[in-house]
């Protein structure tokens, strides 16, 4: 049979259609590192040095709080706050310390609209998930006030969310938790001006209690530092029914292990 008769996949045949494409893309925009830029060998990559900068946070660690020990102190152990001071959530799970470079990566996605950074920090989340994103019922993000939404033309938050609906194959509920009131930047306040700056702003959708009541959630967003607007945004999913939740973010503002 000569190759007249031969057909192709659809994937290789779209793949042979859009290489001259890609590597004419490539010509102009050469792959570099999504931290510092320096060339690489493809896109959406770390470079060596920015890889080895990243910390991911690995067991053993509090399973409530997810804050890291040093030492493995057995299964079930959980930290002295989560002891003294039980979240509203079931658990926080996040994939990496808040420091260099993921400090870039989170800004980039927030403050330079880099949405092609996404996909790569939820498959990370997903990782750092700890099976509950796989046992889940639904994924749903900390959402922005319309103000803020219309200002800054998306929520990263929503598009961490939505790769890791994608790549997980679970259920995603962009619009069933809303901001009802627009609060003032979190950056630069403290613990407890964070608390009160989140009072009562969250809400469930009007008819959306049944994407709540006995469900069990993943609850996502991009950085965990105080826990004030996740410990809001829970209580309102709590109070609506949900039966489990998990808060699962990409970056930890932690200093050390425990």
């Excluded at 260099?100 to 800004?107: F, G």
């Excluded at 995603?172 to 938790?177: D, F, K, V």
């Excluded at 004030?228 to 932690?254: E, M, Y």
């Amino acid at each position: 049979m000569g190759f007249r008769g031969l057909r192709l996949p659809a994937e290789l045949n779209g793949a042979l259609l859009t290489r001259p494409f890609q590597l004419l893309a490539d010509l102009v925009y050469p792959p570099g590192c999504v931290v510092c830029g320096v060339a690489t060998g493809r896109h959406s990559g770390l470079c060596p040095t920015c890889w080895s900068g990243l910390r991911f946070i690995e067991r053993p660690y509090c399973e409530v709080l997810g804050v890291p020990f040093s030492h493995d102190l057995g299964s079930g152990i959980l930290s002295a706050e989560a002891i003294a001071n039980p979240p509203p959530f079931d658990r926080l799970r996040s994939a990496a310390f808040h420091d260099e470079p993921v400090r870039q990566l989170v800004h980039g996605l927030k403050y330079r609209d880099r949405t092609d950074l996404a996909p790569m920090m939820a498959g990370w989340m997903l990782r750092a998930s700890d099976g509950m994103v796989e046992r889940c019922d639904a994924i749903l993000p900390v959402p922005l006030h319309r103000s803020r939404m219309f200002s800054r033309k998306f929520n990263q938050a929503a598009e961490l969310a939505r790769h890791l609906a994608q790549q997980s194959g679970k259920v995603l509920l962009p619009a069933t938790l809303l901001r009802i009131k627009r609060t003032r930047p979190q950056v630069g306040l403290g613990a407890k001006a964070r608390e009160e700056n989140v009072r009562g702003v969250f809400a469930i959708a009007k008819a959306r209690d049944n994407d709540v009541f006995g469900k069990r959630l993943v609850l996502v967003d991009d950085v965990y530092t105080t826990g004030a607007t996740v410990a809001a945004a829970a209580k309102v999913l709590r109070k609506a029914g949900a039966t489990d939740i998990t808060v699962l973010t990409f970056a930890r503002a932690l200093s050390e292990t425990i």
